[in-house]
């Protein structure tokens, strides 16, 4: 089995890979999202990591679908104790306000339980910092929810170090539930937003993190080595501004380590994340087995030093 790790002061625990499911209900759909749930588990994944607005963006869509396939999955497995599953509020528009409104947060966690099939959220997140919203109306909620038993650990996602630091302080005076993970964008090809003052404080406030995007949306498994390659999936323009020299750069060293390792550019890059201080597990997605693969070695892989060296060098902005 996997090396499990401890995700902050949650009381939760993951091996070194989340499974994203932004793709379920959107790219990826039916037997084939419900072979990729599958394998991840088989493989000794334990956490899938949602959010109600996945997939608002996509025509004819409202918000939903990814919980929803996730709750058939569940159902059709007919047991829910050893998954995790984590989602999130803040982005979708609906009864109860917007943003994190009290109010917004108590409607959308209903919605969620019920797409979800489930009587409770492992990780319930605050998706964005919302701060129309006073700090101490948004913990409140999220408190309540914790003591109803609806919700287990709550997080935040997309926060800035001052405005996280100003949320445990609020939940520290308060006594109420408090952000025990952090969910930042994170990758070798986007440092500077989490490197310093939130990885700091991470650390020495016990916050597990599950940073997203850990392929730099697919950049780092090499499947985009010039502009031809931009049109190979929808993807494809989103990382037109890593085709140069500092990500080719990225690009061959993550080549040679996987070679060294016998690993693939995609395992080494998340077994680089996951090597991070205060780096819990990187979150990553697939739309098919083929493509999960190369990810489930982040489980295992350890990079040794002077690996690990080559590709901070490499990666340096």
């Known amino acids: 089995m996997p090396e499990l790790r401890r995700l902050g002061s949650s009381g ?43 997939s608002a963006w996509v025509p004819g869509h409202v918000g939903g679908e990814s919980e929803t396939l ?40 209903e919605a969620s339980l019920k797409r979800l099939g489930t009587d409770h959220i492992d ?27 609806k919700v287990r650990a709550i997080g935040a996602s997309n926060y800035t170090a001052d405005r996280l630091a100003e949320a445990l302080a609020v939940s ?28 700091r404080l991470c650390i020495d406030r016990d916050l597990g993190v599950l940073p997203y995007f850990g392929l730099a949306s697919g950049f780092l498994t090499g499947k985009y080595r010039s502009e031809k390659d931009l049109a190979k999936s929808r993807r494809g323009p989103g ?10 750069r990225v690009l061959a060293t993550l080549d040679l380590v996987a070679a060294e390792t016998g690993s693939s550019p995609a395992g080494v890059a998340l077994a680089w994340l996951a090597a991070q201080p205060g780096v819990t597990a990187p979150i990553a997605s697939a739309n098919t087995l083929g493509q999960l693969e190369p990810l489930l070695a982040a489980m295992d892989l350890e990079l040794g030093p002077h690996q690990r060296a080559m590709l901070d060098e490499a990666s340096r902005e």
């Open 12 to 54: 939760l625990v993951t091996p070194r890979l989340v499974l994203g499911g932004n793709v379920f209900g959107n790219s990826t759909q039916g037997g084939e999202a419900f072979a990729v749930l599958d394998r991840f588990v088989a493989a000794g994944g334990t956490m899938i990591d949602t959010a109600d607005v996945y």
């Open 70 to 109: 996730l709750g058939e999955w569940l159902r059709r497995r007919g047991h829910r104790h050893d998954v995790l599953i984590a989602t999130k509020v803040g982005k979708l528009p609906g009864a109860g306000g917007e943003g994190l409104q009290p109010g917004r947060i108590a409607a959308a966690v």
């Open 123 to 149: 990780l319930y997140y605050a998706h964005y910092d919302d701060r129309e919203t006073p700090l101490e109306a948004t913990l409140a909620a999220f408190d309540r929810l914790v003591r109803e038993g």
């Open 172 to 199: 520290e005076r308060e006594g109420l539930a408090r952000y025990s993970v952090l969910q930042p964008e994170y990758n070798l090809m986007e440092r500077g937003g989490f490197e310093g003052a939130l990885q």
């Open 239 to 248: 990382v037109a501004r890593y085709l140069s020299p500092r990500g080719m």
